[in-house]
C-alpha cells in the first residue's frame, strides 16, 4: 500500500529551527576566546558550524520531499556501514582525540563519528525489524533477544573507543523502542537491570569512570582533580542567575570551564542568558518531545511509529543527559583537559649571574601564541642565559595555574636543560595538578592579608616624626 506523504508538522519544524539557531549563537559566544587564542580566527568553530548547519538544512528540505517508507531499503545498508565504521575507527585509521578514538578522517582531520551514523542507522534498523517482527516481540527468544543482541555488538564497538556515555544513549534507545514495538514489562524490567548491571561493571573496571562516580557524589571533596570541571560548571550557571550576565559576557568562558563550547555549553547558557534563557531552552526541547510523540502515535504504519519514536528518544535523551551533566545531575563523560590560555603580563626568568639573581621579564605579546598543546615564547623575547633556573608561581583557580603551567611548558619546550620550580600553597588544587604535569613543586604556607596590621602599618608611616 502506497502511503500519501502528509504535510510536515510546522511546530516541529519551528521548535527545530529556533534550537538550531541558539545553538550556532551560543557556540559563537563560547567559543570565540577559545578559537582565536588556538587559531588566530575568534569565528573559526563558528564558522564549521554554521557549515554544518546549511548543510543539515538542505538536507531536511530534500527528505521532507522523500516518502519515508523509501528508508526501509536503506536500512540495512546503513546499519552494515555504520558497523564497519565501528571497527575501523578502533583501528590505526581511527584518529585519537582526548584519549578517545572516535573519529574517522584524513591524516589528522576529522570528518566525521561513527558513532553518530550508528545512532541513527540503529533506529532505522530496529524500524524496519520491528514493524517485520511485531508479533514477535511478546516473545523474549524471538522478539527481545535478536535486539539485545544488537545492543550488544553495537555498544561493544562504541565502548572499545571508549565512549561509555554514546553507548548508554544507543542502549537507551534501543530499550525504549523495544518498549514501543510492545516488548513485555517483565522482560524489560531485566532487561533494566542487567543494563544497569553492565553500566556498573564498566564503571568498576575503569579507574576513571569510578574517579567520575565519586567526584559526582561529592564534587566539593575533589575540586583539584575530577570535581574540577564540574564545580566550573556551577559556577557558571550560578552566576547567571535570573536573567544572566549577558550575551558574551560569561567569565567562565576565558579557561575555567574545560570543553566550554561542546560538553559543557548549556553552562555557559546559563551563565549568559539566566535561568530564564536555561528554561527557554529546555522548554524547547520538551516541546519538540511532545510533537515528536505526537508524530509517533498518528503514524499511518508502524515503521513510521517506532521510526519517529527512536529518533525523537534519540534527540531529547541526548539533551537531557547532557543538560544533567552540567546541573550535576548525571555523570560527566569528559576527562578535563585544561585548555591553552594567554597570559597577559610577564614572565619572571631567574637565573645566576656573578653571585646574585637577577630577574628579566619576557612580555607575551598575543602573536606569540601558536596552539600546538604547549604555550610557545615569541623568538624576540626568547632567554638564553646559560643555567637558567626560573620560578613560577600561580594558584587558586585554573585561571591562574593554566596560564603558568602553559608559560612553564613553552619555557621547558625551548629551553630543556633549564631548573624550573613551581611555587604554590599546600592545600590548593595547583598542588596537585602541577607535579602530574612533571614540574617540581615546592609548597609554602599561605595565609590571608592582616588588613588591620596593614592599616595600622599605613597610618605608622604616614605619622609625623616626633623629632619635627
Known sequence: MRLKKGPPDLILFLTA?????????????????????????????FK???????????????????????????????????LVCLILVVTPLGIEVNSSNRWLGIGSARLFAPSELAKLAVVMFLARTMEVNIDRMKDFVKGVLPYLTIIAVVCGLI?????????????????????????????LIAIAAAGAAAVVAAIVVAPYRMARLTAFLNPWKYANEEGFQTIQSLYALGSGGLFG?????????????????????????????????????IALFLLFAWRGFKIAINAPDNFGSLLAAGITVLITFQAAINIGVVCVRSIAGYRHYPAVYQPRGVVFVVYPDRGRFVAEYIPLQHESLRYSGLFTCPAST??????????????GTGG??????????????????????????????????VPQRGFEYAAVDIAGIDRSSMLKACLLYTSPSPRD
Open 245 to 281: 550576565l549577558g550575551l558574551g559576557r560569561s567569565r567562565q568562558k576565558f579557561f575555567y570551564l574545560p570543553e566550554q563550547h561542546t560538553d559543557f555549553i548549556f553552562a555557559i547558557l546559563g551563565e549568559e542568558l539566566g535561568f530564564l534563557g536555561a528554561i527557554v531552552v
Open 17 to 45: 529551527l529556533t534550537l538550531l539557531g541558539i545553538g550556532l549563537i551560543m557556540v559563537f559566544s563560547s567559543s570565540a576566546v577559545t578559537a582565536s587564542v588556538r587559531y588566530g580566527d575568534a569565528y573559526y568553530f
Open 159 to 187: 565502548m572499545l573507543q571508549p565512549d561509555l556515555g554514546t553507548a548508554f544513549v544507543v542502549a537507551a534507545t534501543i530499550f525504549f523502542m523495544m518498549m514501543a514495538a510492545g516488548a513485555r514489562a517483565s522482560h
Open 382 to 395: 626568547e632567554v638564553r642565559r646559560p643555567n637558567m633556573k626560573m620560578i613560577i608561581s600561580g594558584g
Open 400 to 433: 591562574h595555574i593554566y596560564p603558568a603551567l602553559a608559560i612553564a611548558e613553552g619555557v621547558r619546550a625551548r629551553r630543556p636543560e633549564a631548573h624550573i620550580l613551581y611555587v604554590g600553597s599546600r592545600q590548593g588544587m595547583e598542588s596537585v595538578i
Open 48 to 82: 564549521r558550524q554554521v557549515l554544518w548547519s546549511i548543510i543539515g538544512i538542505g538536507a531536511l528540505l530534500i527528505t521532507m520531499k522523500i516518502n519515508y517508507q523509501k528508508l526501509k531499503s536503506l536500512a540495512l545498508p546503513a546499519m552494515i556501514i555504520a
